[in-house]
Each structure stands twice: as C-alpha cells, then as structure tokens.
C-alpha cells in the first residue's frame, strides 16, 4: 500500500536534520502539595523544649525522599534527606536552631522530587518561633485505656507518668498495677506536698498529701476521708470529687453531699457522660483535721463543682448549674447507667449547663458567690476555670452541654475579673479540656482528641495580654491506645519522684 505523500515528506524532513522523536516536554508543574501537620503555622516552642517531632503527608506517602529544610533568620539553610514524612532533629542541631532563632521566625520547607512518572510535589512551608520563656516544670498525668470500664481489672491497666518537655525520652511511669481508682491531683505550689484524690480500702472519698519524695509509700496516716464530712440523713457520703489543695497546703475544697449522673456510652472515644446533679462546697482544714462548709456555696437549688483556687487563696471559682436529680430513676438508688446511645444523644436527653462563679474565701469564711463575667449566664455550659499564676486571667471550658468528655469543649480565656471571653488559638478540631497553667505562667497544658480518639496532650504559649499560640503535639507524652488525660504540672524535675504507691 503506497504512502500518503505527506508522511513521506515529514519522513524526508526529519531524517535531513536528524532531528529525533520528541518523547517528552518540559517537566509538568507541580499538581499536588505537602501538608504539614506539626507543627502548625506560627507555633511557639519553648526554649528548654527537647527536639520536637516534625510531621507531614503527601498525595503519595511511598515516594521518597522526601527534602526538609530549616531557614533560619540568620545564614544558610539547613538541609536534610529523610526516608518518611516524620522528621525530629538530632539534639545538637535542634539547640543550633534553637540559638539561631532569636526572636525571628524559623521556617520549615518540605519537598519532594517526583520520579520520571511523577510530576513533582509542591514543596510546603510553616514558620516558628522559638520563646524566651523556658516551661521549667514537669507534668504529671493519668493514661487510660478506651472504653472507660468499672473493674479491678480495668483499673490496673492505668498509669501515672511523670516528664518533662525538656526531655527527650518520653515520661516514666511512677504508679501502675493499682486496684483502686485515682483521679485529680495538684501540689502546692512549693512543690512540696504532692495531693491525689484515690479510692483507697474501698473509701470513695479517700484523699492522700504527702510530701514529695523519691519512694512515696502512701499509708493510712497520710489519708483523709471526705467520707467523714458532716452528712444529713437524706444525703449521701461526700466523695470528694474534684477535691483541691490550695496553694499553701493549709485547706481542701471539695464538692460535699454531692450526687453525680453517670452513664456509660457505646463510643469508645466518649465512653461516658458524668456531672453532678447536686452538691455543695466544703472545707478541710489541714491542721485542725476539722470540716466546715464554705458559705456561698450552700444553695440547695444548685449543683456546686470543679472548684479551683486563686493562687493566694484570697477566693475561689467553681462551677454551678441547677439541680438535677429528677435525672435520676430512683433517688434512693444512685447507679452508674449503660446506654448504646452516643454521647450526643445523651446530651440531648440530659441537658445542663454550668456557670463559673466567683466566691471570696476569706480564710474558709466564705461570702457571695458571683457569677463571673464571661464564663456565665451565656447560653452555653461554662466548667474548668483555672487561674493564671498571676491572678490576672482564668481558662475555662465551654460546651453546649455537660461537664467533661464533651466533643465540642473548646478552651476560652477571659480576665480573671470577668470581661469578654475570647476562643484560644490553641484549640484543636475535637475534644479541647483538661487544662492546666504551668508554674511561670507562660503555658498551658490541655488535652485534645484531634489526632486519634484517645485524648493526647498539648502544650500553648499565653503572653502577658492572654494572647496564645498554635498547640505543640507533645508526641512523647501519646501512647497509640491508651488516653492521656487531667495533666497537672508540677514545679519539680521528674527525678523528684520514682515511685508512687499503696503500702
């Protein structure tokens, strides 16, 4: 079959400039880009932070390598070629970037080079900032495993850890194997007694204060019972949940008489709903070993709760919300419930809302309990506050509904006086709540589940004007099944304490 006169011709052509086939064009613009996940842009690290955990994700997490580099203010980058899109800097090279960064912003650049099959991958930044401001505090908190349980069993799974984020190993275990329950726990603010709310001999309303010691043999002698609190014939024992030292380690305040509304859920991520229908506040004086209740806080038309303590003990925050017990199926019989709803539909069925009040102390006399500007009366359930070191700002928690272990709790910042609350930068998508300030005041420690379903810690920088930062993922605080929750940090080194436990 004989040609068409014009394929010869471009034949003929193409042979006399000996030009070849074309079998490809220019490289192909990028089509995809890099998400960083940590850190987010405009973080703040602290200046005793150990090397943080830098993470990202692409349209195709198999190509490699991937390129980080490290601008500085100051110089030339820094580059590194890493196998996957994690990469923590070596100790040495995280302290130069650290000196380097001096007020200025870092900037963080991750690329990838796509093969001859794969156009190339829009390379993404995030900047950083390295704070003057150092943590200088340990935190200790409770990891748990998902769903929360009612068994012995349950409860020698969960461990007390105790780090710091100026470590770069992730926090040791001080207490473990034990077949009670523990809950919330401060120290004084010397950082030489160390409180723990614990079911110790079957006392729901057990609280040990021990000073802080190496090897911490908690004993009888060491515990007091809520149990003990004056108690009207038709109210039940007080349990002392939410119990707190105060700063000077003279008193306890804890929610007395209270009655709680529990039900455990068919999602493991908000495996229960819990809040008090009832209660008052009450005082436990430390020297005297004598009880008393704390006036303003004795409304029988009101749930008191979750109190939290001003740092010089001059007054009080807790809060409030009407009474519930008609929640209750049979008041005579409080029980924990099971439900295969979830906790959205619980809400809905068991509506409350919380108010923070503020309430003189006056050395356990008490006074008027006002509620704080802010964090009240908004349409919304207000619980959570605590006080900055400097008395000048509270961090509170806000959801539609309930008291802990809410999907929506977000973390607002309001003057300690009352004022317009503002939403912090730090929250992240999820669950935000279970805060606490560090002694400097210069951060705040929350949990959040936005990564996983299992509640991980985070870490914020708060200014002198409450301005906060993006969250820091404090990644060696996360265990893969278990939930990190009610952090507290502590003014002592982790070396401080080795061990806790019941003797």
């Not at 473990?176 to 007694?193: I, K, M, Y």
């Not at 004056?230 to 119990?243: I, N, Q």
């Not at 805060?435 to 210069?442: F, I, L, Q």
């Not at 060696?476 to 080795?498: C, G, L, Q, Y």
């Amino acid at each position: 079959m004989t040609r068409p006169w014009f394929v010869l011709l471009v034949a003929a052509l193409l042979c006399a400039r000996c030009v070849p086939p074309v079998t490809h064009t220019a490289p192909l613009a990028p089509t995809d880009t890099v998400e960083i996940l940590e850190p987010l842009e405009g973080t703040i690290y602290p200046r005793d932070m150990a090397p943080p955990l830098f993470e990202w994700r692409g349209p195709d997490q198999n190509e490699t390598p991937w390129l980080v580099e490290i601008r500085l203010p100051k110089g030339p980058p820094l580059r590194r070629e890493v196998p996957a899109a994690t990469w923590q800097p070596d100790p040495g090279l995280w302290e130069h970037i650290k000196q380097k960064a001096t007020g200025a912003p870092v900037t963080l650049c991750i690329s990838q080079t796509g093969g001859p099959s794969h156009p190339g991958i829009a390379p993404s930044t995030r900047r950083f900032f390295i704070s003057d401001h150092a943590v200088e505090a340990s935190i200790l908190y409770r990891q748990l495993p998902l769903p929360y349980q009612i068994s012995q069993n349950y409860l020698r799974r969960i461990t007390w850890k105790l780090g710091a984020v100026a470590d770069g190993s992730p926090p040791k275990t001080v207490m473990t194997n034990q077949p009670v329950c523990s809950g919330c726990h401060q120290t004084s603010t010397d950082g030489r007694l160390l409180a723990m709310e614990m079911n110790i001999k079957g006392d729901g309303g057990a609280h040990w204060v021990k000073p802080v010691a190496s090897t911490m043999e908690v004993t009888e002698t060491d515990t007091m019972s809520w149990s003990h609190y004056p108690t009207p014939p038709f109210l039940p024992d007080t349990r002392g949940s939410f119990a707190k030292l105060s700063p000077t380690g003279r008193f306890m305040v804890s929610p007395v008489n209270e009655i709680s509304f529990m039900v455990l859920t068919g999602d493991a991520a908000y495996s229960q709903l819990f809040f008090p229908t009832f209660g008052f506040l009450g005082i436990y004086h430390r020297q005297t070993k004598t009880f008393a209740p704390l006036k303003g806080a004795q409304d029988w038309d009101y749930a008191h709760t979750d109190p939290s303590w001003y740092p010089d003990e001059s007054a009080l925050l807790f809060a409030r919300a009407e009474t519930k017990n008609a929640y209750h199926p049979d008041l005579g019989n409080i029980r924990t419930l099971t439900s295969a709803q979830g906790i959205q539909a619980l809400n809905q069925t068991f509506p409350v809302r919380f108010d923070i009040c503020r309430l003189p102390f006056e050395g356990g006399k008490g006074g008027t309990a006002t509620p704080l500007p802010g964090a009240s009366h908004n349409g919304m359930s207000n619980y959570f506050a605590r006080v900055s070191p400097d008395g000048n700002w509270v961090v509170f928690t806000q959801s539609r509904s309930g008291l802990m272990l809410q999907p929506d709790s977000t973390l607002y910042i309001v003057p300690a006086a009352g004022g317009a609350a503002r939403k912090l930068t730090c929250n992240r998508p999820g669950m935000n709540s279970w805060h606490a300030w560090s002694p400097n005041g210069r951060w705040l420690v929350f949990a959040s589940k936005s990564r996983t379903m299992a509640t991980e810690l985070f870490l914020t920088h708060i200014n002198n004007d409450g301005t906060d930062s993006p969250a820091i993922r404090l990644h060696r605080f996360s265990h893969p099944t278990m939930a990190a929750n009610i952090p507290e940090f502590v003014p002592f080194k982790p070396e401080a304490i080795d061990t806790i436990g019941l003797k």
